[in-house]
């Protein structure tokens, strides 16, 4: 039940003591006049409505997440209570830097962390989110260009297999994409890139490993490529959680790249945000950067502004308590930690990959990095079970269900991605229960079809919600007044 | 030290010899020893929990908490009830992801449902989204909405709030779109200047209510000039003061946005904070990010789920017209969990207090000879002069545990924006005015 | 598959009924069926002008949406509003619902007559 069906005439919660100064009304020309109908509920009924929503909601504190180029690793509870310290919860944006030096510290120790395990030279905490910055990633390139007077230079270079992020940004910064293709390994195909560029490419945007879960193995000679006609390499760091103290995007070519706190850095998601998605880059492009960064000098702290900044992209430095997660999160796991983290996802996809590429036919069979992909085009033509039908009987099964359809590229694809905070015993669980679902896809194939039966709802129209969406909820009333 | 991952060195030599490897070196071999590192990373050896903490808390400690604040700006400390972090701390809500998979994300996706019927009851607008980074990206945001192949000017008032505008001209930069900006006359909109530029080439008309100075504009009159050029009006608005006042719908808006931050969330530094958008029925298609709807499921029961997901990037790709993927759903639980507390009458008490306090504070300046620069009627926030140099004010003020109003900058350098919410208890106002008093 | 026998046909799968110097043009029942259910359509505004080929409309279903290219070159006079509110209406009747009208036709591509249409489909459902 919704919370304006659970609202009664009358009821409030006592929160506020009386007005202590001579109250002052608005004049008529700007008071409201349309009524605001908002819950009247009492604390406990809020209470109770929030545990129901609570618990008809699965996050990876309920059970395994391998939703690919997701990274839903453990949300370490540490984190939580160091973002909610007073000492942050309570600082002004607008305060004087000496009464925020933890503050700006905090900053400047997670930059000094990024840049070592990406192999940059700056980085600015103020994108919100991985594509917010994308596109501060993309209009650093553009001012980059601009500054030389190179206008010509109008067009982004994707591989198809990208994540829709990529392109989007890229028509956000003014640019056109130009969309190159996979080759037999997944990687991209040289030959067209070689094609694709020119003296109007403006630069190529790559995630590596990509969304196959492989990593290019021609990484020097496409980043090479694209220095030799004068374009800038962006790194896209979803998948940055494959490769931290194994390699660095810096040493691969890359000259800009955003990397997602949410993902590799274990701060939460809390049901679609907020993220945190920093930009870093090398020092020829730092003069770009946006905002401001947080410098040491004389061991005080202070803001700095980059000489050609691009602006602000938001109000602002950034998701500021979702840095602080991160730092925690960095702290504890230290050079040694972040290493070991990275090889463990590599090692947990690949045994799941393993006990399950048999009956699973993998969209490219070598070993993979963090995430790997199915097709199960095979057994949808056997036995009509989709991957949305193996998904969701996969809800049945208490277990979150990997990406669905997704790279756009493989034909029913599943995308998995266990994270290395996974149990191996967990993981035999979520083999065993695929294993189970391969064989009732062939016995019983109308049981997957009507999956969900054990959730709080089943399967949902989204047809008829598309066709004539309900954006909104109204009283009966309302409605029939309209 | 620590990674949180929970296989034991057994279990990792089981995994690897089912993969025929000896060491998880030979995972990598796709990567080519001329981009592998040689050494380890220069980074701290990581630390446990306990030295984590100490660390941590080492560096909140030293930052300042102020016991009394009247500065606003963009950032606002109002009361939050205790049942909003209860409920934000609730950890399936914490740890779930975007609600792909809606049959096990109900909760999550209901309580979106809830928020964007509430910010459409608080800007009286047809349709709001899940929301977006911040006041500030929604705003940028919503003037990509209005594009058209024939409308692509834009006009934003001087009278936003700084990081509104220059975030609107990063956009504009990146899409490259003519920002024109609309200058301030006695500290509002200057109106001859949209009736004489505001023309058909023009997309859309972006103003703040109440403005950056607190001031309300006549947001009426904007709205008849602007439409009658056929351009779109949008309207920024701090949504506490909706609590009593006219909104974006009566003022003839067709999209409202805001910072949701006061609405539940701390002052955080800065973020995260809430982007809300709101727009008509007509160009709900046009609105970016998320959206959720209600359906029934095979049984017919009713559930909700992500809808018009086809105007996304996801599946438009570069023909999207927003990037935006993660969101501040956290942010916007935050809120929908305020609103419902307060309703409608906590709202209007937050508000009139907010109001009434500022008013009251700018009165007793006043007299102090902080003279009042607004002369339009305002809301929470006010602009005055100062009689003594301000970093001696602040400084003095800053010593006794109170965060002074907001030093302005350019034009209106050596003037101070004061605000008020129903934080300031009269005592509190009464001890910044003996403080002043005395310099 | 309902192929009717008065109209033309491109490899696109849009159907093309002319009328002097205009013509209608609207998706056949082998693309509805292809693309299942419709949720939305985004047409063109009157007075666009479009090249052979060109992309003029898109239709939205729910986790995808298709470009519509269009088999002649033309000036887009009328578009089939109903389908704003009613998209299912392609679904239902692919043949009723026309999506543009053009007028002013300055090219053709290559199109196709009933049986072509029909067998050239009946290739692409071998490939398959």
Known sequence: ?482 | MGSYVPSTDLERREMLSALGMHSEKELFEDISPQVRLKEELCLPKGMSELEVRRNIMGLANKNKVFSSVFRGAGAYRHFIPAIVKSVTSKESLLTAYTPYQPEISQGILQSIFEYQTMICELTGMDVSNASVYDGATAAAESIMMCQERKRSKVFISRTVNPFVLETVQTYCFGKNLELIIIPEQNGVTNLSFIENNVDAATACVYIQQPNFYGSFEDGEKIGELVHSAGAKYIMGVNPISLGIAKTPREYGADIAVGEGQPLGLPLSFGGPYLGFMATVDSMKRKLPGRIVGQTKDLNGKIGYVLTLQAREQHIRREKSSSNICSNEALCALAAGVYLSAMGESGLRKVAVQSMSKAHYLAERLGELGYRLVNKKEFFNEFVSESPKPISEVMNLLESRGILGGFPLRGENEGKILWCCTEMNSKDDIDELIRILQGV | MKILNDLFYSKFHEWIKFDGESAVVGLTDYAQSALGDIVFVNLPEIGDEVGVDGSFADVESVKAVSDIYTPVGGTVSAINEALLDAPEKINQDAYDAWLVKFENITERGELLRADEYKAYIESIQEEE
């Not at chain 1, 949300?75 to 909610?84: C, D, M, S, V, Y």
């Not at chain 1, 374009?231 to 940055?240: E, H, K, Q, R, V």
């Not at chain 1, 993220?275 to 410098?295: A, D, H, I, T, Y």
């Not at chain 1, 938001?314 to 702290?331: D, E, I």
Request: charge should be negative.
């Open chain 1, 1 to 482: 039940m919704l919370i304006f069906e659970k609202s009664r005439e009358g009821r409030e919660i006592s929160l506020l003591p009386i007005c202590d100064v001579p109250e002052v009304m608005l004049s008529p020309q700007f008071h409201r006049n349309m009524v605001l109908r908002l819950p009247e509920i009492s604390e406990n009924d809020l209470s109770r409505h929030y545990s129901e929503i609570g618990e008809k909601t699965y996050g990876v504190n309920q059970g395994a997440y391998p939703l690919g180029s997701c990274t839903m690793k453990y949300n370490p509870k540490i984190n939580e209570e160091l973002a909610g310290l007073t000492g942050f919860t309570e600082i002004h944006p607008l305060q004087k830097e000496d009464t925020v030096q933890g503050c700006l510290e905090v900053l400047s120790m997670l930059e000094k962390y990024l840049c070592e395990i990406t192999g940059m030279t700056h980085f600015t905490m103020q994108p919100a989110a991985g594509a917010h910055g994308e596109l501060t990633g993309l209009l650093m390139i553009k001012a980059f260009h601009h500054k030389r007077g190179d206008t010509k230079r109008t067009k982004i270079i994707i591989p198809d297999s990208a994540h829709g992020t990529n392109p989007a940004s890229a028509t956000m910064a003014g640019f056109e994409t130009v969309t190159v293709p996979s080759d037999k390994d997944g990687g991209v195909d040289i030959e067209k890139l070689k094609e694709a560029i020119g003296n109007d490419t403006a630069g190529l945007m790559l995630t590596n490993p990509n969304t196959l879960g492989l990593f290019d193995k021609n990484i020097m000679e496409i980043t090479n490529m694209i220095h030799d006609c004068g374009g800038i390499n962006y790194y896209d760091g979803a998948n940055l959680n494959a490769v931290m103290g194994i390699a660095r995007p810096g040493d691969m070519g890359f000259d800009v790249i955003h990397v997602n706190l949410h993902k590799t850095f274990s701060a939460p998601h809390g049901g679609g945000g907020p993220g945190s998605g920093p930009v870093g880059c090398k020092k020829f492009l730092s003069e770009f950067l946006p905002s401001v960064r947080s410098e040491e000098e004389k061991g005080k702290f202070c803001f700095v502004k980059a000489e050609n900044a691009i602006g602000e992209m938001k109000s602002f430095y950034g998701n500021f308590l979702v840095v602080v997660r991160a730092l925690a999160y960095l702290m504890t796991l230290g050079r040694e930690g972040v290493l070991q983290a990275s090889e463990y996802a590599v090692l947990n996809a690949n045994y799941m990959f393993h006990k399950l590429k048999d009956l699973y036919p993998p969209a490219y069979d070598r070993s993979c990095m963090h995430e790997f992909v199915f097709s199960l085009e095979k057994l949808k033509k056997e036995t009509g079970v989709s991957a949305l039908d193996i998904a969701k009987a996969m809800l049945d099964k208490g277990i979150h269900p990997p990406t669905m359809y997704f790279p756009l590229i493989v034909h029913e694809a599943l995308m998995f991605e266990p994270t290395e905070t996974e149990s191996k015993e967990t993981m035999d669980d979520m083999v065993q229960i695929l294993r189970d679902l391969y064989e009732e896809a062939h016995t019983t194939p109308d049981i997957l079809c009507n999956a969900p039966i054990t959730t709080s709802v089943g399967r949902l129209n989204e047809v008829e919600a598309a066709r004539n969406p309900i954006l909104r909820y109204q009283s009966n009333d309302e409605k029939g007044a309209i």
